[in-house]
């Protein structure tokens, strides 16, 4: 399985921006997914994750009420659509599928990762 993290950017606090992770290869239809990110200097967090029908979703207490997670099973993507933005948001993003249906907050509980997205939020 390859995942193509694509969306970052430079946006200042306050602004949004829409991430997308595009799978392909052998890929899992039934596949949780997941987005983690790492700060400088810091070890990789859990973000996000949903499950592989899409109805179950979780978040990580910094981002709760701020991120929304998606995905378009029809095209093997994943969303993370990232509103009201802090500087301390500012971390490469990484996408990653899982070999269950059922989403979890751990690195280890994930068998694919994408390369990562950069985004930067300005104060």
């Known amino acids: 399985v390859q995942l193509q993290a694509s969306g970052g950017g430079l946006v200042q606090a306050g602004g949004s921006l829409r991430l997308s992770c595009a799978a392909s290869g052998r890929t899992y239809s039934n596949s949780a997914m997941g987005w983690f990110r790492q700060a400088p200097g810091t070890e990789r967090d859990f973000v996000a994750g949903i499950d592989w029908s899409g109805y179950s979703t979780g978040y990580s207490d910094s981002v709760k009420g701020r991120f929304t997670v998606s995905r378009d099973n029809a095209n093997d993507t994943i969303y993370l659509l990232m509103n009201d933005l802090k500087v301390e948001d500012t971390a490469v993003y990484y996408c990653?599928?899982?070999?269950?249906?059922?989403?979890?907050?751990?690195?280890?509980?994930?068998?694919?990762w994408g390369q990562g997205t950069l985004v930067t939020v300005s104060s």
């Open positions: 990653a599928a899982r070999s269950r249906s059922s989403w979890g907050r751990h690195e280890h509980e994930y068998d694919y």
